[in-house]
């Protein structure tokens, strides 16, 4: 356990209220303000301290946590401090895209405080486990070793780069890999339910354990990806995979169950076989996602 830390954590939502509930469990002295002044009063009684105002917390503490619902939020909360935060490092650990989090680096930095932005990949119900982990990137790397021990209490703290935007890029894309499970998932279940399949067996003696064996398939096209070669070592041929990707849309029409999370999948594989690349794996699907920066 790392020494006793003075920590803020300003937002006490779900995810904000569990960062501090670990805090607290880790024993640092943590100080806590959410705009709805209440829910900070499981965390006093836990031994939290209550600020009056975001500036008092800001001011509280060296290790400031933000975790707000997006970065307006952050914005109306951490814009009117003034000079609050100087000498403060600021851990921002709201979702949001790499500009926002660009954008507000530039904006602290102008102001003269550090700010880390960060991407949290768990759930409330996890924050402390070892099976949470953060992701975090700015240029403070100066200050994120020096906090590291106290970041420690929540999850794993890696840090991922100098780049302010590195943690949310990494967040969203791993959501991205998340929603496309997710997606993947209800459909599947979707389908069984028209036949009136128990959709928790179903999971858990078939699909869980069937999308689990499958996930090592991700290292290959990975691989294939960055060698530029989606033709070497194939998992199985997209003209293959198209023709087979058919039948699970037709099958799922026909069972009742629209096939609107499927048919993008089918027009990439359409296209790309199209284009001549029926022999390549799926990973060759990535050219057609490739667009110009915006
Ligand atoms: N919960 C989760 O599973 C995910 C896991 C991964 C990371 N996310 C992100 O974490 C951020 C906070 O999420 P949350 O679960 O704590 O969200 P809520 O429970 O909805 O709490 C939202 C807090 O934001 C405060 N807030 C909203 N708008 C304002 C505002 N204009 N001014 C000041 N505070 C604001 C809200 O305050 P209140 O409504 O209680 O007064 C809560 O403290 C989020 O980025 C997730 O994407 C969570």
């Not at 937002?11 to 209440?38: I, Q």
């Not at 490092?89 to 709201?94: C, E, I």
């Not at 768990?122 to 992701?135: E, F, K, R």
């Not at 179903?202 to 060698?227: C, H, K, M, W």
């Amino acid at each position: 356990m790392a020494g006793n830390t003075a920590v803020t954590v300003i937002g006490l939502g779900e995810m904000g209220a569990a960062l501090a509930g670990a805090f607290l469990k880790a024993g640092h002295s943590t100080t806590v303000w959410n705009r709805t002044a209440s829910k900070a009063d499981a965390l006093v009684e836990q031994g939290a301290e209550r600020a009056a105002t975001a500036a008092e917390a800001a001011q509280a503490s060296p290790v400031v946590i933000v975790c707000l619902l997006d970065y307006d939020s952050v914005h109306e909360v951490l814009d009117p401090l003034g000079d609050a935060l100087k000498g403060r490092t600021v851990y921002n650990l709201t979702n949001g895209t790499p500009e926002q989090a660009r954008e507000t680096a530039k904006w602290a930095a102008d102001l003269g405080y550090d700010y880390i932005d960060g991407g949290i990949m768990a759930v409330p119900q996890i924050i402390g486990t070892d099976h949470a982990y953060v992701l975090y990137s700015g240029s403070g790397t100066e200050s994120f070793e020096r906090d590291k021990p106290v970041l420690s209490a929540v999850g794993d703290a890696r840090f991922a780069g100098t780049d302010p935007g590195l943690a949310s890029l990494l967040d969203l894309s791993l959501l991205a890999g998340m929603y496309g499970m997710l997606g993947g998932a209800v459909q599947a279940i979707a389908m069984v339910r028209s036949e009136g399949v128990n959709a928790q067996q179903f999971s858990t003696e078939l699909l869980i354990p069937y999308v689990t064996s499958i996930a090592g398939v991700v290292a290959n096209l990975a691989r294939q990806i960055d060698n530029d070669e989606y033709n070497v070592g194939i998992s199985a041929a997209l003209s293959m995979q198209q023709v087979g990707f058919r039948n699970i849309v037709e099958a799922s029409r026909s069972q009742g169950v629209s096939s609107e999370l499927l048919d993008p999948i089918q027009s990439l594989m359409d296209r790309r076989v199209a284009d001549g690349f029926g022999s390549d794996d799926f990973s060759g699907v990535i050219e057609l996602l490739k667009q110009n920066k915006k």
